[in-house]
């Protein structure tokens, strides 16, 4: 008869880095958090699972970012790093930009900005440490004092003053204990792949018409041109486990990649010669939601949608509220002057509103600091990235890469000004925080 547990013998653990911060998770959020504390002059150490910097930028392959204008392109409202990274691809000639769209300011080379994460992190003398994955947290009399990861060379510890976790899943505040909690709806997520040779055929049309002879769900596909190229990035495939569970994430790389596979097969038999050919697979499925941490303040769709200002915000955002439904085909797109429309491809657009018509609108959104400081007894911690406190509609908008970067610029900036004054993460000024952001070119309006 197997036994249910194994024993493991106590035993002491290397600590193999000590340091201000340590941040976990490497997707841009993390990378701009760990660049914006050490330009300030704080020792960063940065640990990431995988092994590259980018999240879901280069490990799977979304290489679309939006506009950082307001809704009706009158304002610029985002800047700081997502900028400057921008700048650098643009000297490589890996970036395409396309002025007065939404979802589209710009499309990179997702190689490219992987070197180039690679690049800023070795500049600012950040500690990276890759194929590194967290373990425990390590907490002394209430205090947290270290985490614990494992990689190649064995079990260490990284002691650090201040911790931000940017694991996407919020990874380390549910170790902690930490209050966390899960949308009602979780929207699936998506396998992309790159392939060459793309079909000028309405590829749209034939995966909608020929989908139930190759197992794939009715879902919704886009996708964008890798510049300098004749690639194109695909996200078609419509994936529904629970990917903060260990055998969910596993069961859903499978799926993706097989869903990828039924769209070539599909492709090679209906559309017209020369067939696509598959040529990059991510390196991790892009997910849309798992977990949420409870922080001081949850971010509501009827906040979002409504344009309220926070005192302490410090982020904007104009991608409209984007919800890929998980008990039905399509999405829904809310904007914030109003408009509703429910997209399932092959059928008319559903347009509809929200609300009636107003004379003013707001034209942008903000995420306030209070939604990264998670409840409970830890004074040096803070959450950045897609599981932050917000409720299914906000999430909805505020979950995409370019909104997300800048929650990491800022938990970057307070850890530094809660080491520097002694306090709490609780209690960082926030008129503080946001001029310092501002000093680093994020626009704090």
């Known amino acids: 008869m ?15 880095e000590d340091c201000d911060l340590c941040v976990l998770g490497g997707s841009c959020t993390g990378v701009f958090a760990a660049i914006r504390a050490a330009r300030l002059g704080l020792r960063v150490v940065i640990v990431e699972r995988m092994g590259c910097f980018g999240g879901v930028a280069t490990l799977s392959l979304v290489n679309l970012w939006h506009s950082p204008m307001d809704e009706t392109f009158e304002k610029d409202i ?15 000639g890996a970036v395409t930009e396309k002025a007065g769209f939404a979802a589209y ?16 992190i070795v500049e600012h003398g950040v500690v990276p440490w890759l194929h590194t994955s967290f373990v425990a947290p390590h907490v002394v009399d209430g205090e947290l004092q270290a985490v614990i990861v494992e990689n190649k060379s064995g079990r260490g510890a990284i002691r650090a003053r201040f911790f931000i976790d940017a694991t996407g899943d919020g990874d380390l505040c549910h170790r902690l204990g930490l209050e966390t909690y899960r949308a009602g709806h979780r929207q699936p997520s998506t396998t992309c792949a790159v392939f060459s040779n793309w079909t000028s055929a309405p590829w749209e049309s034939l995966l909608r018409e020929h989908r139930e002879e190759f197992g794939l769900p009715e879902g919704f596909a886009w996708g964008a041109r890798v510049p300098g190229s004749d690639l194109f990035m695909l996200a078609g495939t419509r994936v529904h486990y629970d990917c903060a569970d260990a055998c969910g994430l596993t069961h859903a ?25 598959l040529q990059t697979l991510p390196s991790r499925i892009g997910i849309r939601a798992t977990r949420h941490v409870s922080a001081l303040h949850r971010l509501t769709g009827a906040e979002l949608l409504e344009g309220r200002r926070f005192p302490d915000a410090i982020a904007n955002g104009s991608y409209r509220v984007d919800i890929h439904h998980d008990d039905k085909p399509g999405i829904t797109f809310r904007y914030l002057d109003g408009r509703e429309t429910y997209l399932r491809p092959g059928f008319p657009y559903v347009e509809g ?34 599981f932050i406190d917000a409720d299914e509609t ?24 809660a080491l520097e004054s002694g306090q709490a993460a609780s209690v960082v000024n926030p008129t503080t925080l946001r001029g310092v952001l501002a000093e680093g070119r994020s626009i704090m309006i």
Do not use: C
């Open 2 to 16: 197997a036994i249910s547990t194994i024993h493991e013998p106590a035993r002491d653990i290397p600590v193999i």
């Open 78 to 92: 985002i800047g700081g790093l997502t900028l400057e990274v921008i700048e650098r691809l643009k000297v490589k």
């Open 105 to 120: 300011a710009w499309a990179f080379n997702a190689s490219e900005m992987e070197i180039e994460l690679d690049r800023m």
């Open 253 to 277: 790389e499978i799926e993706g990649r097989r869903q990828v596979r039924a769209i070539h097969d599909l492709l090679r038999k209906y559309a017209p010669a020369p067939s696509p050919v």
């Open 353 to 386: 509103r929200w609300r009636e018509v107003t004379e003013t609108n707001p034209t942008f959104y903000q995420i306030p600091y209070r939604s990264l400081v998670p409840k409970g007894p830890y004074t040096n911690l803070l959450a950045a990235g897609r």
């Open 394 to 417: 906000a999430h909805g908008a505020i979950r995409v890469m370019v909104n997300m970067n800048q929650t990491g610029e800022a938990a970057g900036v307070a850890a530094w000004l």
